[in-house]
């Protein structure tokens, strides 16, 4: 961002193991508020039940699957 300074759009996308995962505090300021609004979230938890899910997408959800995490234990 520092080498386009006529910078006038971003996105930000803000990816979670799930939607009960609270970020900042629970009553935030209004312009806090307002930027949170703006972010795109995106639960992994919501993604891996979807059920043609293109494969690099399946990726990210790789480690939030219980199939995954109970053999990531006995590594």
Do not use: Y
Not at 14 to 24: A, D, E, N, S, W
Not at 50 to 74: G, K, V
């Amino acid at each position: 961002m520092q080498r386009h300074p006529k910078l006038e759009h971003l996105e930000v996308v803000v990816i979670t193991p799930h939607h009960r995962l609270r970020l900042g505090p629970a009553n935030p300021p209004r312009l806090l508020r307002a930027v949170l609004e703006q972010m795109h979230w995106i639960s992994l938890e919501n993604l891996c039940q979807q059920l043609d899910l293109d494969p690099l997408l399946n990726l990210l959800t790789l480690p939030i699957r219980p199939a995954f995490r109970s053999t990531a234990r006995i590594n």
